[in-house]
């Protein structure tokens, strides 16, 4: 009986092992594209240098004695995917504390929660099985490719039957490198920290702007990305109605609920007070920090164009901003 334990990341891991699978899963990725591209290669060269095989029969043996292991690891494979898997719309079965507050819902719910559906059903399969399952079923190609070339030189007659190996080669690289591109590139964008598929960020930034929350004037510097199969995370600069920030944190809430309805339920909100004239300090504010917010008032070029950003750190870091001029911040 296999029982599952991870130990406990260290603090400097500050989302823990949570892209251990995926990070594991790229790189078995590519040592099988590796690998069928050096089975292409040899199998090439077999078709200049033709090899005689000598001892079908035992080669026959061999393959076969492999393929039934392989079979025998993917049934395990199998259940063990079934018992770890995702349960789908469970993840979205918490409440957050806010059932009872009244929030005007997004406009484009019902396409939303089409995706949000169709996410789901992609994320079930797990990044980190997946690769360890293709593995397995390229081995055992290999091996029913080993078994189909030993009987035809077995049986057939001629020197023609020498070119059986190299041929099934070729369809076991082939068979690999298809298997293994989309593992690649499905494990790459989520480390490339890209937005999930069928998230629209205009779309959210609409919501945010001009549908569901009132007193948001505008968002910018808006990132969502995931950090792993089934978990999104956002984070925003909000900028808001009035010159005090006191009521952000019931905004903040309705922010939370329209990124819920898009399948994000991790965010971190930047509030910004939109200075009109004087600033206004709640008890919560003191002036300094309300005198240093209106003191770094400043343009911030993100994707969707120039904004306001009233929190950014001064010309001297400008560089090492996500979304300083330069910087690659495409992220959908």
Not at 48 to 76: A, D, E, K, W, Y
Request: overall charge negative; some cysteine.
């Amino acid at each position: 009986m296999v029982q599952d334990r991870v130990e406990p990341a260290p603090q400097s891991y500050t989302y823990g092992w949570q892209r251990a699978t995926i990070l594991g899963a790229f790189f078995n990725g590519v040592f099988l594209l590796a690998l069928g591209v050096s089975i292409l290669v040899q199998t090439i060269e077999r078709f200049v240098h033709i090899t005689r095989i000598q001892n079908p029969l035992l080669i026959l043996i061999v393959g076969s004695v492999g393929l039934g292991l392989n079979v025998l690891i993917m049934s395990f494979l199998h259940e063990h995917d079934h018992g770890h898997g995702y349960n789908g719309h469970g993840e979205h079965g918490h409440t957050d504390g806010m059932q009872d507050q009244e929030v005007t819902e997004p406009a484009t719910n019902d396409t939303t929660s089409e995706d949000e559906t169709r996410l789901t059903s992609m994320t079930r399969r797990d990044l980190g099985m997946m690769g360890v399952f293709i593995h397995v079923l390229g081995d055992a190609i290999n091996n029913i490719g080993v078994i189909i070339a030993a009987v035809i030189v077995w049986k057939a007659k001629g020197e023609g039957r020498y070119y059986a190996d190299p041929a099934v080669g070729v369809f076991i690289s082939i068979m690999i490198l298809l298997s293994a591109i989309p593992l690649v590139k499905n494990s790459g964008t989520i480390l490339l920290q890209t937005a999930p598929k069928g998230i629209s960020l205009e779309d959210i930034k609409h919501d945010m702007e001009k549908v569901v929350i009132p007193g948001v004037k505008s968002v910018h510097e808006l990132h969502i990305w995931r950090l792993d199969q089934r978990k999104s995370v956002a984070s925003a600069h909000i900028v808001v109605d009035g010159r005090t920030i006191e009521a952000f944190a019931d905004k903040a809430k309705i922010i939370m609920e329209c990124l819920h309805a898009y399948g994000v339920h991790s965010a971190t909100l930047q509030p910004e007070a939109l200075i009109s004239g004087p600033v206004t300090t709640s008890d919560s504010v003191p002036e300094s920090q309300a005198a240093l917010i209106d003191a770094n008032h400043s343009t911030c070029r993100s994707r969707g164009g120039e904004q306001d950003c009233q929190l950014i750190c001064g010309s001297l870091c400008e560089g090492l901003r996500c979304c300083a001029p330069g910087a690659a911040t495409v992220i959908d």
